[in-house]
């Protein structure tokens, strides 16, 4: 069986095609490069402009199924790629369903790192979830305002640095000192836009970048390790597995290997190559819910909660 992924929610056009044993086939993505921040219809229209352009080059017979990211996400991505689906399946004739995006950054690092039933640290640009499973996924905890990537690539405007800014602030980060900021946890949740706004002010005043940057991001992982820990705790899980693009940050995966390591739970991190959106997580969430039986309509649904699926 071979499954064609589609991802179209906010910077990135992705396709990707799997076979049942999840070998990868095809991985081709497009990522949006706004000046300033993302543009959601302008997002969708460089979505238009190159997913044609992209579908020609690929060879996509034998495609048995067809996964389509349908949210949550950016309105105008998510219109614009379920109908762009939906045609594709009419026209090679195929079966297609709706896949949840947070779901598909979950199950590609369960499988990619071999690890069945893990506490999750979900972190992506607009997203920052801890998620575990109990007959469906469960959020225990979640930021209560911005996602930590969005947060970083905010941060990363106010000093001049392009989108996607989070691996360009890791890097000057490592030339910083500490400097206070606040600190945000309320119970299992997560504040990051005071922590954000406090930040900006500070290179307002003229505080040196890499200090401010170094210290953003410490307090941010200290924050996202003090919640893991608890939850690993509440939940009894002994494997604690990061997805999603921010996830990548070496100085956010060394303080939550060690906090692992001090309780003795072992640590995944999806790989690099599909920390990011991509089309492969699409097509593999897509098989999983199949074999399963899991029929989901493809339906825009910018809200769509994991919680909820
Ligand atoms: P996603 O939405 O899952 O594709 O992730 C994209 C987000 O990840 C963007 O907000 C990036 O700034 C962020 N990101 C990527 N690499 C890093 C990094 N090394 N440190 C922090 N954030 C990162
Ligand atoms: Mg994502």
Known sequence: ???????????????????DTYNVLIDERQTYQPKEGIVPREAAKFHKENANRLLEELDLDNIDLIGISSGPGLPPCLNFGVDFAKNLAKKLDRPIIGVNHCQAHIEVGKVFCGVEDPLVLYISGGNTQIIYNNRGYKILGETQDIGLGNAFDKLGRKVGLKFPAGPKIESLAKKGKFILLPYSVKGMD?????????????????EKKEDVLHSFQEVCFSMLAEVC??????????????????VQNQRLQ???????????????????????????????TALINWKEEKRIEPKVNPNWRIDSI
């Open 229 to 246: 820990e608890r939850a690993l705790a509440a939940t009894d899980k002994k494997e604690l597995l990061l997805v999603g693009g921010v």
């Open 254 to 284: 060394e303080v939550l290997r060690r906090m692992c390591e001090d309780r003795g739970a072992n640590f995944y991190v999806v790989p690099k190559e599909y920390a990011g959106d991509n089309g492969v997580m699409i097509a593999l």
């Open 190 to 206: 997560l504040n990051f836009s005071g922590i954000l706004t406090e930040a900006m002010r500070k290179i307002e005043k003229g």
């Open 1 to 19: 069986m071979r499954v064609l992924g589609i991802e179209c929610t906010a910077h990135t056009f992705g396709l990707g095609v799997i076979d």
